[in-house]
């Protein structure tokens, strides 16, 4: 029964294929060698695109989630750079130009070796206040070149997107133009003071690059300028597309990849910057996976083609040679050329094809060799004795008999062979011949037919069954889908009935609604009034709140008056000692004008020689009234400034005494305010306690219009199941007339099997013999092979 199927298949395309083709085996042999070859090259084919594909897939993929990685990364220096330019702006050291620069010298100590200078600019004056570069402090912004001295930083406190950065790394003449990159941060409470940050970034740029490898990763700003290897072009404009799909994402966009010029790129944001990650593989070494695996199976398609290619001309050659080669020596034989060799040492069926044609050529000799022998003698002894002549013309008449009847036999065979090719399974070849190797022919002939016609019955007899089968299946069907349709109509009178429910009920719940909503407006009203009165309570204790924050406003004022008082106290007695010194250099210049006069009385008892001197002594006298002048004048206004501190300190002290005068007022209206408060509570409460019992009324009324519309829902659940209910009953009745229409689409097809099978005539038809060639005319058929005979 196994070969049944294919038995079909292969009658399928006899009765299609052209008559060329069914009338030679090598045909056949060549036309299914062709097709197994195109399956095996189609798979192979289907192979190598399904797993190049697999493989670029996750090629690009690896080299996005890389380019995504590398950006992260680089992000993550920028981020960390802002934050130490930011963190070291926020030093209180900056405020001052005499502390700035030991506070830069000694955080450059601290920062990594990667921070390579600091420089505290003055945007105002135009110049580096201080620097780790000593020979940059004091010159002018407009004398260096580098990308920080025309920075706008933006002004004020904020977190690290406040911090400015150069767009793209430049080369430092200090690190003899090794590429750096700048950032920059305000200095709070310094207008028009940042702090920029010089650090290199040679680590980064070794850490994209890698040698041993065609991959290069490039980071652009939004020029389309490369940020880190600033010798390295672009060619943005053929990658406009992914660039634009990444920025305009705003940092969100997952990685893009792309192929083109012999390279794979992958696009990726670079976190907390606009920056883009462009990281790119020579398709080369991207894809030699792809192409090792699909060489690997091109090799093996082409081995598994050139293997098959050997089979299957091993199998022609055994195969069709040797039938065309018995073909050529039977129709010698048929010719009269019985010297035909017929010799194989194969013991397979073509084998034994050959020994039986040869064991039928031998027996065709031998009768044709006993008649010529037979011949012979008669022509011998036909001297001898005439009564020898009638037996050798019976011997001669025999063997032509015999020749006549091997002729006569194979036509036969050729006939009834014929018969069974048109479809008639009964015939058989006689096997009472008396020729040993027609016989053996004839038996081994009827044993491949009785297995054909066997296997026929049975595909017969299972049509049938399948056609019996369906015709019951489509007579419970249309049982079923009566059945359900009655269903589905007192399903629906049910639904109906419950709709007709649902709206008696509907009409309750809107009058117990129209009770609800009366009662629910007076409980509104009082509820109002509570509302209004617990805003005045609520007004109460913000008042009271403000008061007593205005109390603490107060005391602070106070508290910094009192401070102000004791810094101008401070201030008179710093006065006081600079007074002290002003005395201490009036009494110098007074000395200074004392030995200036010594120096006179001398040069003039010098005469002369003196003169010198006495300009000298001159000048001195000068300086020295100048000095006692300024002196004076810094003593006057020292003197100035005593009488405004005491003035002042009398007006903060006074001021003081209101505060405590206003403190205490403030404190009186808090407490009024408190006991306003306390009295609108009382009079809250009591409009509290009639709202709340409005509205227990209206709940209990809302109680009774919820219960009448659950009633109501569950109506209309039941009305919506009863219709889902009929709903699914019409479906099952659609399906049952779908399987009916199945089974009678199966019936017909069984017909078509059962009609197909019928153009075999077999012994299971009802005939209990079937023709048969040769002499004995009419024989029983075989048994089938199950021993059930016909």
Not at 234 to 248: E, M, V
Not at 528 to 540: F, K, Q, S, Y
């Amino acid at each position: 029964m196994a070969g049944g199927p294919l038995d079909g298949l292969a009658s399928a395309l006899d009765r299609v294929a052209p008559e060329f083709i069914r009338q030679r085996f090598a045909a056949k042999f060549a036309v299914a060698f062709l097709a197994v070859l195109l399956v095996i090259a189609g798979a192979g084919a289907f192979t190598f695109q399904a797993t190049s594909t697999a493989v670029e897939r996750q090629t690009t993929g690896q080299l996005a989630e890389t380019s995504q990685l590398e950006g992260d990364s680089i992000g993550s220096w920028v981020e960390q750079q802002r934050t130490h330019t930011r963190s070291i702006s926020q030093g209180e050291p900056l405020r001052s130009d005499r502390r700035a620069a030991a506070y830069i010298l000694l955080q450059d100590q601290l920062l990594p070796d990667d921070v390579v200078s600091m420089h505290l600019v003055n945007d105002t004056r135009g110049e580096v206040v201080a620097s780790t570069e000593l020979p940059l402090e004091g010159r002018s912004l407009s004398e260096l070149d580098a990308p920080w001295t025309s920075a706008e930083v933006p002004e004020g406190p904020g977190n690290n997107t406040q911090v400015w950065s150069s767009s793209r790394s430049y080369r430092s003449p200090v690190l003899n133009d090794e590429p750096v990159m700048a950032f920059a941060s305000s200095v709070p409470k310094r207008d028009g003071s940042h702090l920029v940050v010089v650090t290199r970034i040679q680590s980064q740029v070794d850490r994209l690059s890698n040698a041993n490898s065609t991959k290069e990763t490039t980071i652009l700003n939004t020029n389309d300028e490369t940020v880190l290897n600033i010798d390295r072009e672009f060619d943005a404009d053929t990658h406009s597309g992914s660039l634009a799909a990444i920025r305009d994402a705003n940092g969100t966009a997952a990685p893009v990849t792309t192929v083109s010029d012999g390279r794979v790129y992958a696009f990726a944001p670079v976190p907390t910057t606009n920056w883009v990650t462009v990281t790119s593989l020579d398709t080369a070494q991207a894809f030699s996976v792809r192409d090792t695996v699909g060489q690997t199976v091109g090799l093996l398609v082409l081995l598994a083609l050139v293997s098959l290619s050997a089979v299957g001309l091993v199998l022609g050659k055994r195969t069709v040679d040797p039938l065309k080669q018995l073909r050529d020596r039977a129709e010698r034989i048929e010719g009269g050329d019985f010297d035909v060799d017929l010799a194989t040492n194969r013991a397979d069926e073509i084998g034994r094809l050959y020994g039986t044609f040869d064991e039928m050529r031998i027996s065709l000799q031998n009768r044709i060799r006993e008649a010529e022998d037979a011949v012979e003698e008669a022509k011998t002894a036909r001297t001898e004795a005439e009564e020898l002549r009638t037996e050798a013309e019976d011997a001669r008449a025999e063997a032509e008999e015999a020749s006549q009847r091997l002729q006569e036999r194979a036509a036969e065979y050729s006939a009834v062979m014929q018969e069974i090719a048109d479809g008639d399974l009964t015939k058989r070849l006689d096997e009472d011949a008396e020729e040993t190797a027609m016989r053996e022919v004839a038996v081994e002939f009827n044993a491949m037919l009785d297995g054909l016609e066997a296997t026929v019955s049975e595909v017969a007899a299972f049509a049938d069954e399948v056609a019996d089968a369906t015709i019951e299946v489509a007579t419970g069907a249309e049982e079923i889908e009566t059945t359900s349709q009655t269903v589905s109509d007192r399903i629906q009178e049910i639904a109906d009935g419950a709709i007709r429910q649902h709206d008696d009920l509907e009409e309750a719940a809107a009058e117990m609604d129209e009770l609800s909503a009366s009662i629910e407006e007076v409980a509104a009203s009082s509820t109002t009034v509570a509302e209004t009165a617990r805003e005045a309570v609520d007004r109460g204790e913000t008042g009271r709140e403000a008061a007593e924050s205005a109390i603490g406003d107060m005391a602070e004022i106070e508290s910094r008056s009192a401070d102000a008082v004791d810094q101008i106290l401070d201030l008179q007695e710093r006065m006081d000692d600079i007074g002290e010194i002003v005395d201490f250099i009036t009494d110098i210049a007074e000395q200074t004008n004392m030995l200036a006069l010594n120096a006179n009385i001398e040069a003039a008892r010098a005469d002369k020689d003196g003169e010198g001197f006495a300009v000298v002594a001159d000048e001195v006298k000068s300086l020295a009234e100048e000095t006692k002048e300024a002196a004076a004048e810094i003593e006057a206004e020292i003197a100035a400034v005593q009488t405004e501190t005491d003035e002042t300190v009398t007006d903060i002290r006074a001021t003081s005494d209101h505060i405590d005068t206003g403190v205490e007022t403030v404190r009186e209206a808090a407490d009024a305010i408190e006991d306003t408060v306390d009295a609108i509570e009382n009079a809250n409460d009591g409009i509290q306690e009639i709202a709340d019992a409005t509205e227990d009324q209206a709940d209990a009324t809302q109680s009774v219009v919820h219960r009448v519309d659950g009633v109501s829902d569950i109506s209309q659940n039941v009305t919506e199941d009863a219709e889902q209910v009929s709903a699914a009953a019409e479906e099952q009745s659609a399906s049952v007339a779908e399987i009916a229409q199945s089974a009678d689409e199966l019936r017909d097809r069984a017909d078509s099997l059962a009609a197909t099978v019928d153009q075999f005539d077999t012994s299971g038809e009802g005939d209990t013999h079937s023709d048969t060639a040769g002499v004995g005319g009419q024989r029983t058929a075989r048994s089938a092979p199950d021993g059930t005979g016909d």
